[in-house]
């Protein structure tokens, strides 16, 4: 296998994972038909001619409906993806440098966060604050941020350990250069590639607090609702789950294998162009 | 050598026999029925868990199950029938006397008279609220295979309200066992109950005929998919419970499978908020009735399973959707009316507005039956067209939205007649002071029609004031009814004895049998 | 060392005394509580007489702060009180559910690591040839596939279509495979990537190419130096996962109708059984505080280069 080198596969995958935001922000005039428009007479078409994806159980066209999804679960998704990884990492690194009584009390925050059941959660903030994608975004956040505070706390910890961490200490280098230049680089691959493995759980996440209004509401096309809604016709009529179902897997690999090649290109120990270990 | 052969030898009598053993019984005895049922609607969520009828709904546990039987039943058009009682008799407004019939023992013997009779009701109004609060009952006693009854007001419904299955009548003094079992007087005794698995044994001292299958064995499956799955692989004989899209899995192979439907009153409704600004307007009110596809959403949501509503009782029923009048969808209608109304699309952005504002309605319902979210969604998209704005907000926790009034209009499914009675329907939902007039509807001309309705006996003359009433509600369009809904049954082809019953009480009965 | 894990184990009672609070707090801002969730079944509607009555014999008609008192008081005791659904005692309730959960959560923690550690390994060690692009497209796939729809198709292949095992076969040991089997995909998928990064992120470090570089062969640098460090990823992923497993997974539980306590705290919490809520949330916070504990000491019993801070 001829060997591709690491900024050939970031052009590339950055090239797919910015076509598919771009597909998101212009959704409304890439489809072929309005995706809310409703025509109970073709009701569970089989993909054809002109619904080339078939049609959803009110009539709907379905790949209108899937590019029109992208706008929620993937711009929704990414959103949250970014506002937990970072708190989370940002958290869990100021845990490991401060020590002390800062890191107990975030950890300890991390444990009830954890520990608290997220459903509890989800059900009082919808409740108070009623429904909606950023109420979603929000109780997920708080929900999920600790899974990253103590990763990136595992790996800070590790990081200052290292002896040319300790020597720049010694030097004299602190606060948040210190954490900038030595911390978060070494981290930021095992942060990266986590976030993004997470994309494809904290969309079905987002879809699974749809009983409580939490989430897109009708009738915003939404790839986990349809996967969800769609679950019982997957015998009698497949393509309104397989639809969806390959829009997930296609964003999940390409958000995925960006990150890694992101990773790769900034790895700060790998001599670019020597991949061929 | 020779030891190696006697042992051998020793081995193949001993194998022989086993095998001879096992096949002798095969061929002699019968091979035993076993009935599996699989049903989403028992557990704990349902708080039907246990055969003790005087426990929450268990009692539909208790009946369902073959379990425990009451005094009268309900027949395919929700009509009291006899079936422990054998005759009654009105003695005065107050006071009913059944006589109960003389053949009758429970499972572990004892007679069924009038003292068991009185005993297990008295122990029903002691410690179930939601009997006590309809049976109004001021004293029992018991003469021989009689039993009296006094209200404490008259109570023309009270044979109805005895045929729900919290009366079933079980033996007060073999109690309930820790784990929730009973004594009963119907074809099945309990062996095992926990909250997720019943088993059942034939009785075989059961009153009414022989009893044809020697074990029952139901089991909760709480997911329609896995439900439906274990139907297709073989697991189960029956199933209740399963989604409409699942049903032409098993429809369509008529060899193997058969799929029963039955009516029953399980309404989906839309309620309407008084205390809203927008719906203040009788034009508006009738626009948006005119606006909902009802048809279709029958045929094509629901599969066919349910049908078209025009009033709050299914055709069915004496005083059903056939003696009342509703206006059809017609969005041309739809139109005309608002624009009489004062609605008119002034910004050009497709939604009707007045005084700068468009016209907002807020439909709230949840997502438990998953029916009630594809109505919101085709409603929205049918309103759309008639130029309103539906803002769809389903969701869990619509008690939440329901006490603060945000909301215009309250789509549920309800049961509008549980015992067969059309009063239940309008204390509870419609009148000024129902506990649950979410949407605070007030007609002083209902309020008198109950009057009436409260003291009239005569099943007839009940039925047309119930007609009225009916009527009145749909005039001033204080509900929007949209789908009675069928209930199926899946069963195999060689199930017989196993239907769908329009109060949904009646599952496993005497008649279920199983062909090899 | 001890003294250390005194001090967090101290830390225990009051964040379980704030967790349970919280709990108590949050599901009374809602406006639906247990009464109504027993009462308004099967589209049957009670009348307010009877909810009150009702609630009044709970004491859900006290302020939340009187309840919690209540319920403390009665903690203190021993007593964790009675459903208030169905009447049964909380404890027992929790305790009969409990060890299938457990089972389930070993078995697929056990199963998890089977897999992924050699095929994250090798994925690594083989970059970019056919054996890692296909772990990796396998892994994509796991990812992507969200728990019932894993759960549905996994059904539908081995039980209906091959009859290979029964749906409902409770929680025997034929009942266990295949929750089992949906609940590995997903983690086996998460972990191999997991662990191919880590793999690869260290076989980079100079230490490694020079070590490369004198003839030591890949394999043995990696059994040499390079395992701990996946083990110390690896524990970390193993405290989270664990955690989750043992508050047990609802929707895999529900679907293959495995009773653990999974299942048992959605429904509490959907009927808002308070007692039921408050021993599920007590567990969850001592397995929580117990796995971040141990993986912080093993953490340190791996790598002695990492100092515990205190």
Known sequence: ?277 | MHNTGKKLLALLFVAMCIAGCGGSKNATTNREKVFTYGTIAYGPQHNDVGLNPHEGYSGWSTVRYGVGETLFKFDDAMEPRYWLAQSMEHVNAKTLKITLKDNITFSNGRKLDGQAVKECLEDLLKVHDRASGDLKIAKIDAQGQDVIITTKTPLPALINYLSDPYAAIIDMQAGVTADKKVIGTGPFIAEKVSDSEIELVKNSKYWEKPVKVDKVHVKAIHDSDTLTMAMQSGELDAAQGLPYSSLELFAKDKNSYQVLTEDTSRTFLATMNFLSPVLQNLYVRQAIAMGIDKANFTKVLLKGNGTTAIGPFPTGMAFGDFKVFASKFDLVGTRKLLESAGWKDTDGDGYLDKDGENLTIRWLTYPGRAELPLLAETVQATLKQAGIKVVVNSTANFRDFLKRGEWDIYANAMVTAPTGDPEYFFTTMALEKSALNRGKYVNPKLDALEAKLSQEFDKNKRANIAVQMEQQILNDVAFIFVAHLKMPFVMKKIVTGFRPHPSDYYEITADLDKDF | MLKYVRNRLILLIPVLLGITFLSFALLSFTAADAVDMKYDQAGIEVSEQVKTAARAKLGLDQPFLVQYANWLGKLVRGDMGTSYISGKNVFATFCSKLPNTILLAVSAMTVTLLVSLPLGIYSALHKDKLGDRLILVGSFLGNSLPNFFAALLLILIVSVKLQWLPITAGTGWQGLILPTLTLSLAMSSRYIRQIRSVVLTEMGKSYVLSAHMRGISKRTIFYKSLLHIVLLNVITLMALSLGSLLGGTAIVETIFMWDGVGKMAVDAINMRDYPIIQVYVVWLSIIYICMNLAADLLYHLVDPRIKEVN
């Not at chain 1, 937990?84 to 401060?98: C, E, H, I, N, P």
């Not at chain 1, 030097?171 to 095992?190: A, C, E, M, V």
């Open chain 1, 1 to 277: 296998m001829r060997k591709i080198s690491v900024t050939t596969k970031l052009k590339f995958y950055s090239a797919l994972a910015i076509g598919v935001i771009l597909i998101s922000c212009f959704a409304k005039w890439l489809v072929p038909f309005d995706p809310n428009a409703q025509n109970l007479s073709i009701a569970l078409m089989v993909p054809n001619g002109t619904h080339w994806l078939g049609t959803d159980m009110y009539g709907r066209d379905m790949l209108s409906r899937i590019i029109m999804g992208a706008q929620t679960s993937v711009l929704a998704t990414l959103f949250l993806v970014c506002l937990v990884s970072v708190l989370g990492t940002l958290l869990g690194v100021f845990s490991a440098y401060k020590g002390g009584a800062w890191d107990t009390v975030c950890m300890r925050m991390a444990d009830v966060c954890v520990a608290f059941p997220g459903l509890v959660f989800a059900i009082a903030l919808a409740s108070v604050l009623g429904g909606g994608i950023l109420n979603a975004v929000l109780a997920l956040t708080i929900i999920s941020w600790p899974k990253y505070a103590r990763l990136a706390r595992g790996q800070a910890l590790v990081q200052l350990e290292q002896d040319f961490v300790k020597a720049a200490r010694l030097d004299g280098t602190t606060g948040f250069k210190l954490l900038w230049r030595f911390i978060f680089p070494n981290i930021l691959d095992t942060m990266l590639v986590t976030a993004l493995l997470d994309f494809g759980t904290l969309l079905m996440e987002l879809a699974g607090l749809s009983f409580l209004g939490l989430g897109a509401m009708p009738p915003t096309a939404e790839w986990g609702a349809m996967l969800s809604k769609g679950r019982s016709m997957i015998q009698t009529s497949p393509w309104t789950v397989l639809g969806p179902g390959l829009a997930i897997f296609l964003a999940v690999a390409i958000f995925n294998l960006w990150g890694e090649a992101m990773r790769d290109y900034f790895d700060p120990n790998l001599k670019r162009g020597s991949r061929n270990a």
